[in-house]
């Protein structure tokens, strides 16, 4: 990096710890000065008679240059607590987001960033999924992941962890956005997976360090989403769902769309139904999504056909009750006729050989393969 950009970036470092300061504001102080060591040499309050900033946020621009060499400390220790700091100044700043107008003006990084070279699809879904929604998340991450397809995604609780640890399964790349700062893992029972994805790809932050999970900065963050993925893939939303905002975000970013279908009855599907009816592309397996990108596929969905013909015949019974919305034990029992301390015997062999799981509550559900 020449010692100009280095400069550039250090102003902008400081920057964008204004809270007031968004991208677009930033881009139109930049085109006045000429460059952004030209917005700090501008007092606060002819930017404020400009009307790019209001009165106190000038007065409060001006106060903050007295702790510039602060900012600058901190700036130059980034790259000692393993975090990289890219602007868009620089060569390996994303060119998937460049096109965008409130692209962000830097990224904090763990890790690594997408790889152009490489497709990348933004797998996201409700935080409260039903195990059916989990697994067929982790199932495609999986799978798309095998084949070289970039998985980009939240890091939330439910289908977006649970995407991203089937592209960790697949031994594939996944990206995680954060809504707060990159030193904060949220929520904080993801900090095993959060760990994983900096190894195998990178967690990725417009906000500055020590930045909450503030409910107003995760739509802000689902732009960074869709625009770093080729296409956005919706497993569950309802219809009222966080999830929609990302869509509506990646239609104008001119993304494609995919969605999961679900049972009609099922509100947790309702979001992902009413997208298709809109034009979605419904996906029925991995390879239409693979297609996509031009990528043959030749697996279908099944669920372990080959391990099933294996199974003696009380364990392919028992296994034949199950589906991948879990069933309670007692149904099952009641269903198979087989004594409770023999079903749950049947059951922990099915589990262990990795047929089924459970849920918890004494509920099993199928996996997917």
Not at 59 to 76: G, L, T
């Amino acid at each position: 990096m020449g010692m100009e950009v280095q400069a550039e970036n250090e102003v902008i470092y400081w920057l964008i710890q204004f809270p007031f300061l968004g991208p677009v504001t930033i881009q139109a102080m930049k085109d006045h000065a000429g460059s952004f060591q030209g917005i700090y040499n501008i007092e606060g309050m002819e930017w404020a008679m400009r009307g790019l900033l209001k009165e106190e946020e000038g007065a409060r621009f001006e106060r903050a240059k007295k702790d510039f060499q602060k900012v600058q400390w901190e700036y130059h220790s980034l790259e000692s607590r393993g975090i990289k700091f890219t602007t868009c100044l620089d060569e390996i700043y994303p060119k998937r987001l460049r096109p965008f107008a409130n692209a962000p003006t830097a990224l904090f990084v763990k890790g690594e960033l997408p790889r152009e070279d490489q497709p990348a699809l933004a797998i996201i879904g409700s935080r409260n999924a039903t195990q059916y929604g989990l697994e067929a998340a982790r199932y495609f991450g999986k799978e798309l992941a095998r084949e070289g397809v970039q998985i980009i995604s939240g890091l939330a609780a439910g289908v977006d962890g649970a995407g991203q640890s089937g592209a960790l399964e697949g031994g594939g790349s996944t990206y995680g956005i954060l809504g707060c700062g990159i030193n904060i893992c949220y929520p904080r029972e993801n900090y095993g997976l959060f760990e994983r994805v900096v190894k195998s790809g990178g967690m990725i932050s417009e906000f500055c360090l020590g930045e909450p999970p503030r409910a107003r900065n995760f739509p802000v963050r689902n732009r960074i989403i869709s625009g770093l993925s080729d296409g956005v893939f919706v497993v569950e939303a309802r219809k009222k769902s966080g999830s929609l905002i990302t869509v509506g975000l990646a239609l104008e970013q001119g993304k494609d769309v995919f969605a999961l279908p679900g049972r009609i009855t099922d509100p947790g599907s309702q979001g992902c139904n009413e997208l298709i009816q809109t034009g979605a592309s419904l996906v029925n397996g991995p390879g239409d999504i693979l297609e996509f990108f031009g990528i043959k596929f030749e697996k279908k969905l099944s669920l372990h056909e080959k391990s099933e013909k294996g199974l003696a015949k009380k364990e392919k019974m028992l296994y034949s009750f199950i589906d991948l919305q879990p069933k309670h034990l007692e149904d099952i029992v009641n269903q198979s006729g087989l004594p409770l301390s023999e079903c749950m015997m049947i059951l922990l062999e099915l589990e262990l050989s990795g047929l089924i799981q459970r849920t918890g509550g004494n509920y099993y559900g199928r996996k997917l393969s």
